[in-house]
Structure formats: C-alpha cells, structure tokens
T-cell receptor, first 113, second 111 residues
Framework: DTAVSQTPKYLVTQMGNDKSIKCEQN?????MYWYKQDSKKFLKIMFS???????INETVPNRFSPKSPDKAHLNLHINSLELGDSAVYFC????????????FGPGTRLTVL | GQNIDQPTEMTATEGAIVQINCTYQ??????LFWYQQHAGEAPTFLSY????GLEEKGRFSSFLSRSKGYSYLLLKELQMKDSASYLC????????????FGSGTRLLVRP
C-alpha cells in the first residue's frame, strides 16, 4: 500500500556513467516532482510534470532528463554523472489544485565516486 | 528572488514547548507548508496555512501572518521522537504549484 515509491534506494556509481531512478505513485495524483536534497539538507525542486506534461524545469543541467510514461510514473535519467550530482533525490506527487499537499517518496541516495 | 529563513538548530527538553520560526520573502504567496523530516527519511506533511491565524492539529500548531511574511510551528508536550528537521516551504503562485523550501531547522529533544 505504498503511496510514493522510488527505486533504487541507494545508487553508487562511477563518474561518467549514466543512471536512472524510477518513481511511481498510487495516489491517483496528477502532478509529480523531482527534488534534490544536497549535503546541507536544502531541498530544491528540479522538475514537475502534470498529466505527463512538463510544467517546471528549473535551472538543471541538461544531463538530467525526466520522463513520464503515464501520470503515475516519473523517471529521472542522468547522463555523464559528476561528483556534484551526489545527493538524495526525492520524488513527490500531488493533486493539481490550489490546496494540494505534496507527498514524498523515500528518496534515492546517489553517490558518485 | 525567493528567500526563506529558519534557524539552523534548536534544542528543547522532553515535555516542553518549542516554537520554530520561518520568515519568507517570495514573488507572491499561495500557501505555506511545514514538513517534518527524520534523518535518512522522506519529508512528511505536518500543516498548511493559507490564511492568517493559527491552525491546530493535536500537539502541533502552525501560525501565519502574511503581512509580516512570517510563520511559526509550535510543538507542545515534546517527545523524543520529535527530534527531526522541520522544513518550512512556500508555494508561489505561478502555473506550476512550485514549493520553495527553507533549509530546515534541526530540532534536538533532550530527556
């Protein structure tokens, strides 16, 4: 009965590799998000999709590419990983609307060596 | 620009009351959220304010003053399990329902 799930939970990889993180929500929400939380615990929005359409694209390197095959899934693909990409990546979802609350997944801790 | 300020750390005693402040300067305002985040876990929703005043939910209350760009989270009857980071987030009224987060306040509850 998990609401927002992410895989994998931990990801350790070498610089220059390409990796993907998957996110799924079973809450029936319309909108999904990717956040990055750095070592100082600052949580920053990266992308948002509403009904499979990109609506937020913050200043993120184009090595990061989100993909939403349907409104219950939002995956994050990262090319040519760099040391500075090491962080915890959280997926979240919400209903679109003026009082929506965002519900977060458990996070993926990415370590780039 | 968008700016949300919270104290970095606070310490309180089990059973006491603690108030965590948040001030914001954002390009518009469409609601303020408080989230709790235990170490190594996901943020979980605590409260939402969009109108001025106090919202109470059990041991937790949240207050908002839009004219002052100010909110606080009040935790009563503190328990050890309340040791966590508390994140203040403001939704800005663009087309994307974007949340801008503060850096969080790490609360340590001591016996």
């Amino acid at each position: 009965d998990t609401a927002v799930s992410q895989t994998p939970k931990y990801l350790v990889t070498q610089m220059g590799n390409d990796k993907s993180i998957k996110c799924e929500q079973n809450l029936g929400h319309d909108t999904m998000y990717w956040y990055k939380q750095d070592s100082k615990k600052f949580l920053k929005i990266m992308f948002s999709y509403n009904n499979k359409e990109l609506i937020i694209n913050e200043t993120v390197p184009n090595r990061f590419s989100p993909k939403s095959p349907d409104k219950a899934h939002l995956n994050l693909h990262i090319n040519s990983l760099e040391l500075g990409d090491s962080a915890v990546y959280f997926c979240a979802s919400s209903l679109a609307g003026s009082t929506d609350t965002q519900y977060f997944g458990p996070g993926t801790r990415l370590t780039v060596l | 620009g968008q700016n949300i300020d919270q104290p970095t750390e606070m310490t309180a005693t089990e059973g006491a009351i603690v108030q965590i402040n948040c001030t914001y300067q954002t390009s518009g305002f469409n609601g303020l959220f408080w989230y709790q985040q235990h170490a190594g876990e996901a943020p979980t929703f605590l409260s939402y304010n969009v109108l001025d005043g106090l919202e109470e939910k059990g041991r937790f209350s949240s207050f908002l003053s839009r004219s002052k760009g100010y909110s606080y989270l009040l935790l009563k009857e503190l328990q050890m399990k309340d040791s966590a980071s508390y994140l203040c987030a403001v939704r800005v009224p663009d087309s994307s329902y974007k949340l801008i987060f503060g850096s969080g306040t790490r609360l340590l509850v001591r016996p």
